[in-house]
């Protein structure tokens, strides 16, 4: 069966200035070197183009008024009173063309959805999603729309059991927001520590509230934090997690701004702790939405999305980057590397000190939050 990328050239004019560490530059490097490694000319591949969400799409989750003037910000002008929504700040300015690019993303996360739900494809993967900060009336750490919680949102909405794990460096706080107290919705962050990183929350004892209590998961992780405690997290969290709660489809997000050399966080995983837990996630998914995420190092972006796209429809790739690719594309981060990233490893005293941080946190969610979840029985 084939498995669904869903991608347009208008991903790069959402365009939020030459000063912000969000490039769209990343989206086109991802398209291309995927497209180079000859994996959207796949038999089992369906390109779909992107198509905007509708304006109701967006009231899933986000407010009139917040729409009403993310609509007028799309003059590019600034409008009174959008520091109340979040708007113009350093993170995320008003530029022209920020409405239209955020119902492009939207929507394009919403077709992947559709996609999977309707059992046209098993996997859909919108690189352009992932955008798990926004709030219902506030933009938020460089997202404008919230494109999981409008899919989680119409999912449930059709009576689906929704799993969401979210591996960005950044707890995945909008989307938490949203099914704080929904027992429908199982969501699982996995990130840099709010001691250490924005937006500051994520802590192993938020758990949900009434209902949803249990059903919000996070774990925690200390700055430096490697592969070898990115995968032993994930493992003794993620499956055993998943196989109680037995989700319909699972939404995951993907970002890569946990690797050694994204500047703005301070995980040090790699590709391949990534890929590692990526193929676990494609284990653990009856079905698929995969998603995009954060990633400021843009030559990581497009490496570990490709990784994860060849994971997605079962290619292994060489490790050698396409030549076409690199002669069109001749940036520091490709030619100085290949595609999967050395290994890499904590040592003394640090990693022990980590380790042991890694191993509380895990061990009082196994204590705290497996009980919680009511186990769903098999249908027959
Ligand atoms: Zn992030």
């Not at 991608?7 to 989206?27: M, Q, T, V």
């Not at 840099?192 to 774990?219: A, C, H, M, Q």
Request: glycine content about 10%.
């Amino acid at each position: 069966m084939k498995n669904a990328f869903i991608y347009s050239d208008d991903f790069e004019k959402f365009d939020y200035g030459p000063e912000h560490p969000l490039n769209p530059l990343r989206l086109k490097l991802t398209y291309e070197l995927i497209k180079a490694y000859g994996l959207l000319s796949l038999e089992d591949v369906h390109v779909v183009e992107a198509k905007p969400g509708s304006e109701d799409d967006l009231l899933l989750y986000h407010t009139r008024d917040y729409i009403d003037v993310l609509k007028a910000a799309d003059s590019g002008l600034m409008i009174p009173g959008e520091e109340r929504y979040g708007l113009g700040s350093g993170d995320n300015p008003v530029f022209k063309g920020v409405f239209e690019g955020a119902k492009l993303v939207a929507g394009a996360s919403l077709q992947a959805a559709m996609l999977v739900d309707s059992g046209e494809v098993p996997i859909a993967f919108n690189i352009a999603g992932g955008l798990h900060h926004a709030l219902a009336s506030r933009a938020s750490g460089f997202c404008y729309i919230n494109d999981p919680v409008i899919v989680i949102s119409t999912l449930l909405g059709k009576g689906r059991r929704v799993a969401y794990i979210d591996i960005d460096a950044h707890h995945g706080d909008g989307v938490q927001d949203a099914f704080y107290r929904d027992d429908r919705a199982l969501t699982i962050s996995l990130h840099e520590s709010g001691k250490y990183l924005f937006p500051g929350t994520g802590f192993e004892d938020d758990l949900g509230e009434g209902e949803g209590r249990g059903y919000s998961v996070n774990i925690p992780m200390p700055p430096d934090a490697d592969d070898e405690l990115f995968v032993y997290a994930f493992n003794e969290v993620g499956p055993p997690l998943i196989e109680r709660f037995r989700p319909d489809i699972v939404v995951g997000q993907l970002g890569v701004d946990s690797f050694r050399t994204d500047p703005l966080t301070h995980l040090n995983y790699t590709t391949n702790g990534f890929c590692e837990v990526v193929g676990k996630m494609k284990a653990l998914s009856p079905r698929w939405i995969a998603l995009g995420g954060g990633g400021y190092e843009i030559t990581n972006v497009a490496r570990a999305w490709t990784l994860a796209w060849a994971i997605m429809n079962n290619v292994s790739l060489p490790d050698e980057l396409p030549d076409t690719f690199l002669e069109q594309y001749p940036l520091d981060g490709f030619r100085s590397r290949k595609l999967r990233d050395e290994e890499y490893r904590e040592q003394g005293s640090r990693k022990k000190m980590m380790r042991d941080e890694v191993g509380r946190v895990v061990a009082r969610i196994r204590e705290k939050v497996f009980p919680l979840i009511k186990p769903q029985m098999l249908q027959t």
